[in-house]
Protein backbone atom coordinates (compact mmCIF):
# COMPACT_ATOMS: atom_id res chain seq x y z
CA UNK A 1 0.00 0.00 0.00
CA UNK A 2 1.35 3.23 -1.06
CA UNK A 3 1.81 6.58 1.75
CA UNK A 4 -0.75 8.17 0.29
CA UNK A 5 -3.47 5.22 0.43
CA UNK A 6 -2.38 4.79 4.14
CA UNK A 7 -3.22 8.77 4.85
CA UNK A 8 -6.46 9.10 3.37
CA UNK A 9 -7.61 5.73 5.23
CA UNK A 10 -6.51 6.56 8.73
CA UNK A 11 -8.18 10.14 7.50
CA UNK A 12 -11.19 8.60 6.33
CA UNK A 13 -10.91 6.55 9.59
CA UNK A 14 -11.13 9.09 11.72
CA UNK A 15 -13.16 11.25 10.42
CA UNK A 16 -16.00 8.97 10.32
CA UNK A 17 -15.18 6.87 13.13
CA UNK A 18 -14.71 3.55 10.83
CA UNK A 19 -13.42 0.50 13.02
CA UNK A 20 -9.58 -0.33 13.28
CA UNK A 21 -9.91 -2.96 10.62
CA UNK A 22 -10.64 -2.30 6.91
CA UNK A 23 -10.66 -3.98 3.83
CA UNK A 24 -8.51 -1.54 1.36
CA UNK A 25 -8.23 -3.97 -1.84
CA UNK A 26 -8.44 -1.86 -5.19
CA UNK A 27 -7.35 -1.59 -8.07
CA UNK A 28 -5.07 1.30 -7.36
CA UNK A 29 -2.51 -0.61 -6.12
CA UNK A 30 -2.43 -4.56 -5.14
CA UNK A 31 -0.18 -6.20 -2.62
CA UNK A 32 0.87 -9.51 -2.09
CA UNK A 33 2.79 -10.70 0.79
CA UNK A 34 4.40 -14.34 -0.27
CA UNK A 35 6.57 -15.97 2.40
CA UNK A 36 9.42 -16.35 -0.01
CA UNK A 37 10.43 -14.78 -3.22
CA UNK A 38 12.27 -16.34 -6.30
CA UNK A 39 16.03 -15.56 -6.58
CA UNK A 40 14.97 -14.59 -10.15
CA UNK A 41 11.74 -14.12 -12.18
CA UNK A 42 13.13 -15.29 -15.56
CA UNK A 43 10.83 -18.31 -16.07
CA UNK A 44 13.96 -20.50 -17.04
CA UNK A 45 16.22 -19.59 -14.06
CA UNK A 46 14.74 -21.57 -11.41
CA UNK A 47 12.50 -24.33 -10.55
CA UNK A 48 10.52 -23.61 -6.89
CA UNK A 49 7.05 -22.60 -5.48
CA UNK A 50 8.20 -19.15 -5.05
CA UNK A 51 8.44 -18.41 -9.18
CA UNK A 52 5.03 -20.16 -9.43
CA UNK A 53 3.25 -17.51 -7.82
CA UNK A 54 4.98 -14.78 -10.05
CA UNK A 55 5.52 -15.84 -13.55
CA UNK A 56 1.87 -16.05 -14.96
CA UNK A 57 1.82 -11.98 -14.49
CA UNK A 58 4.70 -11.51 -16.01
CA UNK A 59 4.85 -14.41 -19.01
CA UNK A 60 2.86 -16.58 -21.09
CA UNK A 61 2.49 -19.79 -22.68
CA UNK A 62 1.38 -21.19 -26.22
CA UNK A 63 -1.42 -22.47 -24.65
CA UNK A 64 -3.37 -22.10 -21.40
CA UNK A 65 -4.20 -24.70 -19.62
CA UNK A 66 -7.30 -23.43 -17.39
CA UNK A 67 -6.08 -23.11 -13.57
CA UNK A 68 -9.43 -24.68 -12.56
CA UNK A 69 -10.22 -27.08 -14.70
CA UNK A 70 -7.43 -28.36 -16.82
CA UNK A 71 -9.07 -27.65 -20.07
CA UNK A 72 -6.59 -25.97 -22.70
CA UNK A 73 -7.34 -23.22 -24.19
CA UNK A 74 -5.53 -20.62 -26.77
CA UNK A 75 -2.89 -18.95 -25.24
CA UNK A 76 -0.32 -17.44 -27.33
CA UNK A 77 -1.13 -19.49 -29.98
CA UNK A 78 -4.82 -19.34 -31.80
CA UNK A 79 -4.74 -22.90 -32.76
CA UNK A 80 -2.58 -26.10 -32.70
CA UNK A 81 -2.59 -29.01 -35.14
CA UNK A 82 -0.97 -32.65 -34.08
CA UNK A 83 1.47 -33.04 -37.33
CA UNK A 84 2.87 -37.00 -36.28
CA UNK A 85 3.28 -38.18 -33.04
CA UNK A 86 6.32 -36.43 -32.52
CA UNK A 87 5.13 -33.22 -33.57
CA UNK A 88 2.93 -30.39 -33.02
CA UNK A 89 2.21 -26.92 -35.13
CA UNK A 90 1.49 -24.13 -33.36
CA UNK A 91 -0.85 -20.84 -35.52
CA UNK A 92 0.38 -17.99 -33.27
CA UNK A 93 -1.99 -15.11 -32.40
CA UNK A 94 -0.95 -11.49 -34.26
CA UNK A 95 -1.05 -7.95 -32.67
CA UNK A 96 0.92 -9.49 -29.26
CA UNK A 97 3.47 -7.19 -27.84
CA UNK A 98 6.30 -7.66 -25.63
CA UNK A 99 6.99 -5.37 -23.23
CA UNK A 100 8.95 -3.23 -24.84
CA UNK A 101 7.13 -2.68 -27.23
CA UNK A 102 8.12 -5.19 -30.17
CA UNK A 103 5.73 -7.80 -31.78
CA UNK A 104 5.36 -11.08 -30.98
CA UNK A 105 6.10 -13.43 -33.74
CA UNK A 106 7.57 -16.90 -34.64
CA UNK A 107 10.85 -16.11 -33.74
CA UNK A 108 10.47 -15.33 -30.17
CA UNK A 109 9.26 -18.75 -29.70
CA UNK A 110 11.96 -20.48 -31.80
CA UNK A 111 14.56 -18.44 -29.72
CA UNK A 112 12.83 -19.19 -26.16
CA UNK A 113 13.79 -22.64 -26.55
CA UNK A 114 17.22 -21.69 -28.58
CA UNK A 115 20.92 -22.81 -28.18
CA UNK A 116 21.63 -19.67 -26.30
CA UNK A 117 18.71 -20.06 -23.61
CA UNK A 118 17.29 -23.47 -23.67
CA UNK A 119 18.71 -26.31 -25.62
CA UNK A 120 22.73 -25.34 -25.23
CA UNK A 121 24.41 -27.88 -23.84
CA UNK A 122 25.52 -25.12 -21.12
CA UNK A 123 22.78 -22.78 -21.70
CA UNK A 124 21.53 -21.19 -18.59
CA UNK A 125 17.96 -21.82 -18.40
CA UNK A 126 19.10 -25.57 -19.32
CA UNK A 127 19.30 -26.79 -15.74
CA UNK A 128 16.10 -25.93 -14.47
CA UNK A 129 14.32 -27.12 -17.61
CA UNK A 130 15.67 -29.97 -18.65
CA UNK A 131 13.36 -31.87 -16.96
CA UNK A 132 10.31 -30.31 -18.45
CA UNK A 133 11.37 -30.22 -21.89
CA UNK A 134 14.31 -32.52 -22.51
CA UNK A 135 12.48 -34.39 -25.34
CA UNK A 136 12.54 -31.34 -27.44
CA UNK A 137 14.27 -31.40 -30.44
CA UNK A 138 13.45 -28.79 -32.14
CA UNK A 139 11.10 -25.41 -32.59
CA UNK A 140 11.15 -24.60 -36.31
CA UNK A 141 9.75 -21.46 -37.94
CA UNK A 142 7.53 -21.83 -40.59
CA UNK A 143 6.55 -18.61 -41.27
CA UNK A 144 6.52 -15.41 -39.36
CA UNK A 145 3.28 -16.57 -36.98
CA UNK A 146 3.59 -20.48 -37.46
CA UNK A 147 5.90 -22.67 -35.77
CA UNK A 148 6.44 -26.60 -35.38
CA UNK A 149 7.35 -28.50 -32.67
CA UNK A 150 9.04 -31.53 -32.66
CA UNK A 151 10.28 -33.99 -30.00
CA UNK A 152 12.84 -36.24 -30.08
CA UNK A 153 10.40 -39.12 -29.94
CA UNK A 154 6.53 -40.18 -29.74
CA UNK A 155 5.48 -37.81 -26.60
CA UNK A 156 1.56 -37.62 -25.93
CA UNK A 157 2.02 -34.67 -23.99
CA UNK A 158 3.40 -32.10 -26.53
CA UNK A 159 0.13 -29.65 -26.06
CA UNK A 160 0.48 -30.14 -22.08
CA UNK A 161 4.34 -29.03 -21.79
CA UNK A 162 3.69 -26.09 -23.95
CA UNK A 163 1.21 -24.81 -21.36
CA UNK A 164 3.02 -25.67 -18.74
CA UNK A 165 6.37 -24.17 -16.17
CA UNK A 166 9.44 -23.68 -18.46
CA UNK A 167 7.50 -22.87 -22.03
CA UNK A 168 6.69 -19.32 -21.35
CA UNK A 169 7.96 -17.21 -24.40
CA UNK A 170 10.42 -14.68 -23.93
CA UNK A 171 11.34 -11.44 -26.26
CA UNK A 172 14.57 -12.40 -28.06
CA UNK A 173 15.11 -9.04 -29.15
CA UNK A 174 15.25 -7.58 -25.35
CA UNK A 175 17.47 -11.03 -24.76
CA UNK A 176 20.12 -9.97 -27.24
CA UNK A 177 19.71 -6.21 -26.22
CA UNK A 178 21.24 -7.38 -22.73
CA UNK A 179 24.09 -8.57 -23.51
CA UNK A 180 24.00 -11.74 -21.03
CA UNK A 181 22.05 -13.79 -18.91
CA UNK A 182 23.32 -11.94 -15.97
CA UNK A 183 21.75 -8.64 -17.00
CA UNK A 184 18.86 -10.14 -18.01
CA UNK A 185 17.52 -12.14 -15.96
CA UNK A 186 17.47 -8.43 -14.05
CA UNK A 187 14.65 -7.24 -16.16
CA UNK A 188 12.87 -9.86 -18.18
CA UNK A 189 10.55 -9.24 -20.98
CA UNK A 190 7.48 -11.36 -21.77
CA UNK A 191 4.02 -10.36 -22.81
CA UNK A 192 1.62 -10.63 -19.73
CA UNK A 193 -0.74 -8.58 -18.10
CA UNK A 194 1.82 -7.23 -15.56
CA UNK A 195 5.54 -5.35 -16.44
CA UNK A 196 8.74 -5.58 -14.21
CA UNK A 197 9.05 -1.98 -13.00
CA UNK A 198 11.49 -3.13 -10.24
CA UNK A 199 12.96 -6.52 -8.36
CA UNK A 200 15.05 -6.88 -5.36
CA UNK A 201 15.29 -10.16 -4.35
CA UNK A 202 14.39 -11.29 -0.88
CA UNK A 203 12.35 -8.15 -0.77
CA UNK A 204 10.12 -6.77 -3.43
CA UNK A 205 9.22 -7.50 -7.08
CA UNK A 206 6.98 -4.25 -8.53
CA UNK A 207 4.78 -4.98 -11.21
CA UNK A 208 2.73 -2.44 -13.66
CA UNK A 209 -0.28 -2.67 -15.83
CA UNK A 210 0.69 -3.25 -19.36
CA UNK A 211 -1.25 -1.30 -21.17
CA UNK A 212 -0.51 -2.70 -24.68
CA UNK A 213 -1.59 -6.19 -23.28
CA UNK A 214 -3.71 -8.47 -25.97
CA UNK A 215 -6.51 -9.02 -23.53
CA UNK A 216 -7.38 -5.87 -22.27
CA UNK A 217 -6.19 -4.01 -19.37
CA UNK A 218 -5.37 -5.91 -15.91
CA UNK A 219 -7.52 -5.32 -13.36
CA UNK A 220 -4.93 -4.02 -10.61
CA UNK A 221 -2.94 -0.27 -12.09
CA UNK A 222 0.13 -1.79 -9.67
CA UNK A 223 0.76 -5.50 -7.99
CA UNK A 224 3.85 -5.59 -5.40
CA UNK A 225 5.11 -8.98 -4.49
CA UNK A 226 6.17 -8.35 -1.08
CA UNK A 227 8.80 -11.29 0.52
CA UNK A 228 7.64 -11.70 4.34
CA UNK A 229 8.61 -14.77 6.11
CA UNK A 230 6.79 -14.49 9.64
CA UNK A 231 3.48 -16.08 9.45
CA UNK A 232 2.45 -13.50 12.05
CA UNK A 233 3.19 -10.50 9.94
CA UNK A 234 1.74 -11.31 6.93
CA UNK A 235 -1.50 -12.12 9.32
CA UNK A 236 -1.21 -8.81 10.93
CA UNK A 237 -0.29 -6.77 7.32
CA UNK A 238 -4.01 -8.21 6.14
CA UNK A 239 -5.57 -7.30 9.42
CA UNK A 240 -4.26 -4.38 8.88
CA UNK A 241 -4.79 -3.49 4.87
CA UNK A 242 -1.59 -3.52 4.22
CA UNK A 243 -1.69 -6.81 2.24
CA UNK A 244 -4.78 -7.75 0.34
CA UNK A 245 -3.44 -11.01 -0.14
CA UNK A 246 -0.92 -13.63 1.87
CA UNK A 247 0.24 -16.96 1.40
CA UNK A 248 0.86 -19.93 3.16
CA UNK A 249 -1.82 -19.70 5.90
CA UNK A 250 -2.45 -22.31 8.30
CA UNK A 251 -5.61 -23.96 9.11
CA UNK A 252 -5.57 -22.93 12.61
CA UNK A 253 -5.94 -19.20 11.31
CA UNK A 254 -8.93 -19.76 8.86
CA UNK A 255 -11.58 -18.90 11.77
CA UNK A 256 -9.60 -16.67 13.26
CA UNK A 257 -9.10 -14.19 9.76
CA UNK A 258 -12.44 -14.87 8.83
CA UNK A 259 -14.23 -14.04 11.71
CA UNK A 260 -14.73 -10.10 11.43
CA UNK A 261 -16.19 -10.19 7.84
CA UNK A 262 -13.24 -8.16 6.76
CA UNK A 263 -11.41 -11.40 5.65
CA UNK A 264 -11.72 -14.44 2.98
CA UNK A 265 -9.80 -17.20 3.47
CA UNK A 266 -9.81 -19.41 0.21
CA UNK A 267 -7.30 -22.25 -1.19
CA UNK A 268 -6.79 -25.96 -0.50
CA UNK A 269 -4.73 -28.63 -2.05
CA UNK A 270 -3.10 -28.63 -5.15
CA UNK A 271 -1.93 -31.06 -7.71
CA UNK A 272 1.40 -31.18 -5.95
CA UNK A 273 1.99 -33.83 -3.39
CA UNK A 274 4.28 -33.16 -0.38
CA UNK A 275 7.13 -35.34 0.71
CA UNK A 276 10.30 -36.40 1.77
CA UNK A 277 13.56 -36.88 -0.69
CA UNK A 278 16.20 -38.97 0.59
CA UNK A 279 19.61 -39.00 -0.41
CA UNK A 280 19.85 -42.85 -1.03
CA UNK A 281 24.01 -42.72 -2.04
CA UNK A 282 25.83 -40.43 -0.08
CA UNK A 283 25.19 -41.93 3.39
CA UNK A 284 25.79 -45.98 4.16
CA UNK A 285 22.35 -45.64 6.44
CA UNK A 286 19.91 -43.93 3.52
CA UNK A 287 21.74 -46.85 1.08
CA UNK A 288 20.00 -49.44 2.83
CA UNK A 289 16.37 -49.33 1.25
CA UNK A 290 15.04 -50.87 4.22
CA UNK A 291 15.60 -47.53 6.53
CA UNK A 292 13.83 -45.73 3.53
CA UNK A 293 10.91 -48.30 3.38
CA UNK A 294 10.79 -48.03 7.11
CA UNK A 295 10.21 -44.21 6.99
CA UNK A 296 7.18 -44.85 4.63
CA UNK A 297 5.61 -47.20 7.04
CA UNK A 298 6.24 -45.11 10.26
CA UNK A 299 3.90 -41.77 9.75
CA UNK A 300 0.59 -41.57 10.35
CA UNK A 301 -0.65 -39.13 7.00
CA UNK A 302 -4.12 -39.78 8.84
CA UNK A 303 -3.17 -37.76 11.75
CA UNK A 304 -1.05 -35.05 10.49
CA UNK A 305 -4.14 -34.01 7.95
CA UNK A 306 -6.30 -34.70 11.05
CA UNK A 307 -4.51 -32.59 13.82
CA UNK A 308 -2.73 -30.09 11.57
CA UNK A 309 -4.32 -29.54 8.95
CA UNK A 310 -7.98 -29.59 9.98
CA UNK A 311 -8.83 -31.80 7.58
CA UNK A 312 -8.21 -28.99 4.58
CA UNK A 313 -6.03 -31.84 2.31
CA UNK A 314 -6.12 -35.38 2.01
CA UNK A 315 -3.07 -38.10 2.24
CA UNK A 316 -0.90 -39.42 -0.28
CA UNK A 317 -0.22 -42.75 0.20
CA UNK A 318 2.01 -42.70 -3.24
CA UNK A 319 2.66 -39.91 -5.66
CA UNK A 320 -0.92 -40.48 -7.55
CA UNK A 321 -3.09 -37.71 -8.15
CA UNK A 322 -6.90 -38.20 -8.87
CA UNK A 323 -6.62 -35.62 -11.96
CA UNK A 324 -4.47 -38.18 -13.55
CA UNK A 325 -7.91 -39.96 -14.64
CA UNK A 326 -7.32 -43.14 -15.98
CA UNK A 327 -3.74 -43.65 -14.89
CA UNK A 328 -5.23 -43.15 -11.12
CA UNK A 329 -4.46 -46.46 -9.72
CA UNK A 330 -6.67 -47.06 -6.09
CA UNK A 331 -5.10 -50.21 -5.64
CA UNK A 332 -1.45 -48.87 -5.04
CA UNK A 333 -2.81 -46.31 -3.06
CA UNK A 334 -3.47 -48.24 0.16
CA UNK A 335 -2.55 -47.20 3.58
CA UNK A 336 1.40 -47.69 4.18
CA UNK A 337 1.02 -46.63 7.83
CA UNK A 338 2.19 -49.55 9.85
CA UNK A 339 4.57 -48.89 12.57
CA UNK A 340 5.21 -52.92 13.32
CA UNK A 341 6.29 -53.29 9.64
CA UNK A 342 8.70 -50.40 9.85
CA UNK A 343 10.16 -51.52 13.35
CA UNK A 344 10.65 -55.06 11.10
CA UNK A 345 12.60 -53.25 8.45
CA UNK A 346 14.56 -51.76 10.81
CA UNK A 347 15.43 -54.50 12.53
CA UNK A 348 16.37 -56.23 8.96
CA UNK A 349 18.85 -53.35 8.57
CA UNK A 350 20.97 -53.68 10.51
CA UNK A 351 20.38 -50.54 11.98
CA UNK A 352 22.49 -49.86 14.89
CA UNK A 353 21.03 -45.87 15.66
CA UNK A 354 23.32 -43.87 13.99
CA UNK A 355 22.19 -40.19 13.73
CA UNK A 356 19.51 -40.17 10.18
CA UNK A 357 19.89 -35.85 9.24
CA UNK A 358 16.81 -34.09 8.21
CA UNK A 359 17.64 -30.87 6.67
CA UNK A 360 14.56 -28.15 6.49
CA UNK A 361 13.40 -24.61 5.85
CA UNK A 362 11.42 -23.84 8.76
CA UNK A 363 8.90 -21.26 7.00
CA UNK A 364 8.82 -22.30 2.98
CA UNK A 365 6.18 -24.77 3.58
CA UNK A 366 2.70 -24.56 5.24
CA UNK A 367 3.52 -25.84 8.82
CA UNK A 368 7.21 -26.93 7.73
CA UNK A 369 8.24 -26.97 11.17
CA UNK A 370 5.37 -28.19 13.18
CA UNK A 371 4.61 -31.06 10.59
CA UNK A 372 8.35 -31.63 10.69
CA UNK A 373 8.55 -32.29 14.13
CA UNK A 374 5.37 -34.30 14.32
CA UNK A 375 7.13 -36.77 11.78
CA UNK A 376 10.22 -36.80 13.38
CA UNK A 377 8.71 -38.38 16.75
CA UNK A 378 6.76 -40.85 14.76
CA UNK A 379 10.14 -41.81 13.62
CA UNK A 380 11.92 -42.16 16.99
CA UNK A 381 9.03 -43.81 17.92
CA UNK A 382 9.78 -47.05 15.80
CA UNK A 383 13.71 -46.42 16.34
CA UNK A 384 15.25 -44.25 14.22
CA UNK A 385 17.16 -41.88 15.38
CA UNK A 386 16.63 -38.39 13.55
CA UNK A 387 18.28 -34.85 14.06
CA UNK A 388 16.15 -32.22 12.58
CA UNK A 389 18.73 -29.57 11.12
CA UNK A 390 17.51 -25.91 10.14
CA UNK A 391 18.95 -24.19 7.78
CA UNK A 392 18.29 -20.74 6.15
CA UNK A 393 18.30 -21.64 1.63
CA UNK A 394 17.88 -24.26 -0.36
CA UNK A 395 21.68 -23.96 -1.17
CA UNK A 396 22.23 -25.36 2.39
CA UNK A 397 19.55 -27.87 2.47
CA UNK A 398 21.29 -29.64 -0.63
CA UNK A 399 24.45 -29.13 -0.27
CA UNK A 400 26.46 -32.13 -0.70
CA UNK A 401 28.07 -34.27 2.37
CA UNK A 402 27.41 -37.88 4.19
CA UNK A 403 24.80 -36.12 6.25
CA UNK A 404 22.76 -35.06 3.50
CA UNK A 405 20.26 -38.16 4.37
CA UNK A 406 16.63 -36.21 4.01
CA UNK A 407 15.24 -32.85 2.69
CA UNK A 408 11.83 -31.66 2.48
CA UNK A 409 10.22 -31.35 -1.26
CA UNK A 410 6.97 -31.09 -2.90
CA UNK A 411 6.34 -33.28 -6.26
CA UNK A 412 4.38 -30.28 -8.55
CA UNK A 413 2.15 -32.00 -11.39
CA UNK A 414 2.08 -28.56 -13.84
CA UNK A 415 -0.28 -30.74 -16.22
CA UNK A 416 -2.19 -33.71 -14.87
CA UNK A 417 -0.35 -37.22 -16.09
CA UNK A 418 2.29 -38.41 -13.59
CA UNK A 419 5.37 -37.74 -16.26
CA UNK A 420 4.72 -34.37 -14.68
CA UNK A 421 5.02 -35.31 -11.55
CA UNK A 422 7.20 -37.91 -10.08
CA UNK A 423 8.86 -39.24 -13.25
CA UNK A 424 9.42 -35.13 -14.61
CA UNK A 425 11.60 -35.10 -10.78
CA UNK A 426 12.95 -38.75 -10.56
CA UNK A 427 13.83 -39.39 -13.88
CA UNK A 428 17.44 -39.82 -15.09
CA UNK A 429 19.26 -36.49 -15.61
CA UNK A 430 17.26 -34.32 -13.20
CA UNK A 431 18.54 -31.89 -10.79
CA UNK A 432 18.39 -34.75 -7.79
CA UNK A 433 20.18 -37.76 -9.83
CA UNK A 434 22.45 -34.91 -11.08
CA UNK A 435 23.37 -33.84 -7.32
CA UNK A 436 23.43 -37.64 -6.36
CA UNK A 437 20.82 -38.25 -4.64
CA UNK A 438 19.29 -41.15 -6.42
CA UNK A 439 20.41 -44.79 -6.47
CA UNK A 440 20.24 -44.91 -9.85
CA UNK A 441 22.42 -48.97 -9.89
CA UNK A 442 19.58 -50.39 -8.23
CA UNK A 443 17.60 -53.05 -10.18
CA UNK A 444 14.38 -51.26 -8.97
CA UNK A 445 15.27 -47.94 -10.18
CA UNK A 446 16.62 -49.42 -13.72
CA UNK A 447 12.92 -50.70 -13.96
CA UNK A 448 11.35 -47.43 -12.81
CA UNK A 449 13.61 -45.79 -15.74
CA UNK A 450 13.03 -48.08 -18.34
CA UNK A 451 9.11 -48.01 -18.07
CA UNK A 452 9.09 -43.99 -17.26
CA UNK A 453 10.59 -43.70 -21.09
CA UNK A 454 7.59 -45.79 -21.99
CA UNK A 455 5.04 -43.88 -19.82
CA UNK A 456 7.10 -40.44 -21.78
CA UNK A 457 6.88 -41.60 -25.40
CA UNK A 458 4.15 -44.27 -26.07
CA UNK A 459 0.99 -43.07 -27.85
CA UNK A 460 -0.81 -45.72 -26.36
CA UNK A 461 -3.00 -45.30 -23.25
CA UNK A 462 -2.96 -49.32 -22.17
CA UNK A 463 0.85 -49.54 -22.65
CA UNK A 464 1.50 -46.49 -20.84
CA UNK A 465 -1.05 -47.02 -17.84
CA UNK A 466 0.80 -50.53 -17.45
CA UNK A 467 4.11 -48.91 -17.37
CA UNK A 468 3.15 -46.73 -14.76
CA UNK A 469 1.87 -49.39 -12.73
CA UNK A 470 5.31 -50.87 -12.88
CA UNK A 471 6.71 -48.02 -11.99
CA UNK A 472 5.16 -47.15 -8.82
CA UNK A 473 5.47 -51.03 -7.79
CA UNK A 474 9.46 -50.39 -8.10
CA UNK A 475 9.55 -47.31 -6.71
CA UNK A 476 7.24 -48.78 -3.48
CA UNK A 477 10.01 -51.32 -3.48
CA UNK A 478 13.61 -49.17 -3.57
CA UNK A 479 11.58 -45.75 -2.50
CA UNK A 480 13.60 -42.55 -3.09
CA UNK A 481 11.17 -40.50 -2.05
CA UNK A 482 8.07 -40.89 0.52
CA UNK A 483 4.65 -39.14 -0.55
CA UNK A 484 2.55 -37.62 2.88
CA UNK A 485 -0.29 -35.35 1.86
CA UNK A 486 -1.19 -33.18 -0.94
CA UNK A 487 0.11 -29.69 -0.57
CA UNK A 488 -2.48 -27.36 0.51
CA UNK A 489 -2.41 -23.74 -0.78
CA UNK A 490 -4.58 -21.52 1.43
CA UNK A 491 -4.75 -18.23 1.37
CA UNK A 492 -5.68 -14.87 2.78
CA UNK A 493 -7.59 -11.86 0.86
CA UNK A 494 -9.32 -9.07 1.32
CA UNK A 495 -12.82 -9.60 1.08
CA UNK A 496 -13.08 -6.63 -1.41
CA UNK A 497 -11.16 -8.87 -3.59
CA UNK A 498 -12.85 -11.35 -5.97
CA UNK A 499 -10.15 -13.87 -6.75
CA UNK A 500 -10.37 -17.94 -6.19
CA UNK A 501 -7.02 -19.92 -6.84
CA UNK A 502 -7.00 -22.87 -9.14
CA UNK A 503 -5.00 -26.42 -8.42
CA UNK A 504 -2.17 -25.28 -9.22
CA UNK A 505 1.01 -23.14 -7.59
CA UNK A 506 1.17 -20.31 -10.50
CA UNK A 507 -1.00 -17.18 -9.21
CA UNK A 508 -2.79 -15.62 -12.07
CA UNK A 509 -4.18 -11.72 -11.74
CA UNK A 510 -5.75 -11.46 -15.18
CA UNK A 511 -9.48 -9.87 -15.43
CA UNK A 512 -10.50 -13.32 -16.19
CA UNK A 513 -9.68 -14.62 -12.71
CA UNK A 514 -9.39 -11.20 -10.41
CA UNK A 515 -11.60 -8.22 -9.56
CA UNK A 516 -12.55 -5.45 -7.01
CA UNK A 517 -15.74 -4.49 -5.53
Not at 45 to 71: C, F, W
Request: neutral net charge; proline residues 5%.
Amino acid sequence: MTAFRKTLVASLMASCGLMAQSAWASAEHMVVAVQQLPPTVEPQGVNNNAIDRVVASIYETLIYADTHTGELKPGLAESWKRISPETVEFKLRQGVKFHDGTAFTADDVVFSFGHERFSGEKAPGRPAAWEFLGGLKEVKKIDDYTVRVTMKSADPLIERRFSARMSEIISEDSFKKAGNWETWVKKPIGTGPYKIDSFKTGNRLELSRFDGYWKGDAPAAKLSFVEVPELSARVAGLRSGEFDLITEVPPDQIKPLSSDGKVDVVGGPIDNIYGLVFDSVSSKVMQNKNIRKAILHAIDRELLVSALFAGKTTTADSFQLKTFGDLYIPELNQKLYNPEKARELIKASGYKGEPIVWRIQAGYYTLEMTVSQAIASMLKAVGLNVELQVKENWTQVEAAGADRMINNASFSAYFPDPASQLWRRMKPGTSWDSMGFIATTSAEYKTFAEQGKILETSVDAAERKAAWMKMLTAFAEDPQACPLYALPMIYGKQKSLQWTPGTEGRLYFTAETLSFK
